[in-house]
């Protein structure tokens, strides 16, 4: 029921900064929203989470940089990065759990953008 649509990846140099976007369609109830990321040959990595109530938590990797925010009307949730490192190249990910009738939450990913912090 839920896709969610992601944008703002791009090339940056060091130093500068790029806003993520994440809509997810359907006007579905979505409890938890967050960030992963995936550096090539790596494994995917959460960067940063936030819950409906706005209580974030961050990658120490990233603590101090990056910060989270999401608009529960419109089911959005943002990832306004700064100060960006040659080591945050990555196709970044929004994700969303939903609450549903049975056990267990409904996962939902975006297709992924490219952040690539030139070197």
């Known amino acids: 029921q839920v896709q969610l649509v992601e944008s703002g990846g791009g090339l940056v140099e060091p130093g500068g900064s790029l806003r993520l976007s994440c809509a997810a369609s359907?006007?579905?109830?979505?409890?938890?929203m967050a960030w992963y990321r995936q550096a090539p040959g790596k494994g995917r990595e959460l960067v940063a989470r936030?819950?409906?109530?706005?209580?974030?938590n961050y990658a120490d990797a990233v603590r101090g940089r990056f910060t989270i925010s999401r608009d529960n009307t419109k089911n959005t949730v943002d990832l306004q990065m700064y100060s960006l490192r040659p080591e945050d190249t990555a196709v970044y990910y929004c994700?969303?759990?939903?609450?549903?009738?049975?056990?267990?939450?409904?996962?939902?990913w975006g297709q992924g953008t490219l952040v690539n912090v030139l070197s």
């Open positions: 994700n969303a759990r939903i609450p549903t009738t049975s056990p267990g939450d409904l996962i939902a």
């Open positions: 359907g006007g579905v109830f979505i409890n938890d």
């Open positions: 936030i819950s409906r109530g706005g209580t974030t």
